[in-house]
């Protein structure tokens, strides 16, 4: 069964808006992922964040997570137009397998 | 230098043919996965190998075979193709398993017709 699920499932804002998208999970995690996919590519990982962890940065990238309420979110800040993608959060459940959302699909028009 | 590759990028072929999509990986990572991407792009590990070693098996029709000849190759071998089978499938690496962040191949899209 699907464990992550991201929210909304579709995003447009324009050049310079912040974007937040969440991702919700069922089961307690050792640590949750989010990676980036380019229409027709791979997917790219963009950060890690550990169980015991509440906040990571990189770069424009804003990771949080709330291991209580079962979710992250990951904030995209000034956006542009290269950051129009589809935007997974992956859960690693009890060591076995990573676990992959249905993803955001995130425009950004110019 | 691509970290991980796959061949090909396209296959079109008919149902009940045999396929094979090779993976390789250039970072020095211990495990490699296969994933199933379908048309609603939701993601889902079939097989995962460590050291040449089947580590996870995902429930995948046993028409899925995956092979290590070592540590940077693992291609996927598909008998008696479906048209379910239709999708696109990655390739990936990591080091050291769940806890680190994987590779993904560019993805070799499957069409069956």
């Known amino acids: 069964s699907q464990q992550g699920e991201e929210d909304p499932q579709a995003l447009s804002i324009q050049e310079g808006e912040n974007a937040t998208m969440n991702c919700s999970y069922k089961?307690?995690?050792?640590?949750l992922q989010w990676y980036r996919q380019n229409s027709g590519r791979g997917l790219v990982h963009l950060i890690l964040?550990?169980?015991?962890?509440r906040e990571k940065h990189s770069g424009r990238l804003r990771v949080t997570l709330d291991t209580s309420k079962k979710s992250s979110s990951l904030l995209i800040t000034a956006s542009r137009a290269a950051d129009t993608a589809s935007y997974f959060c992956?859960?690693?459940?009890?060591?076995?397998?990573?676990?992959f959302g249905k993803g955001t699909t995130l425009s950004v028009s110019s | 230098d691509t970290a991980v590759s796959q061949t090909p990028k396209y296959l079109v072929t008919q149902m009940g043919n045999d396929k094979s999509i090779k993976c390789e990986q250039n970072l020095g990572h211990d495990t490699m996965y296969w994933y199933k991407q379908d048309s609603k792009k939701f993601l889902k590990i079939m097989f995962s190998?460590?050291?040449?070693?089947?580590?996870i098996n995902e429930t995948v029709p046993n028409r899925f075979s995956p092979k290590s000849p070592d540590k940077a190759h693992l291609n996927l071998h598909i008998n008696s193709l479906e048209l379910g089978d239709s999708a696109v499938y990655f390739c990936?690496?990591?080091?050291?398993?769940?806890?680190?962040?994987?590779?993904f191949g560019p993805g070799t899209r499957l069409t069956v017709t």
């Open positions: 190998y460590n050291n040449k070693e089947l580590i």
């Open positions: 089961t307690s995690i050792n640590n």
């Open positions: 964040i550990r169980s015991n962890e």
């Open positions: 992956a859960t690693d459940v009890a060591g076995t397998a990573l676990i």
């Open positions: 990936a690496s990591s080091q050291g398993g769940l806890s680190y962040e994987q590779y």
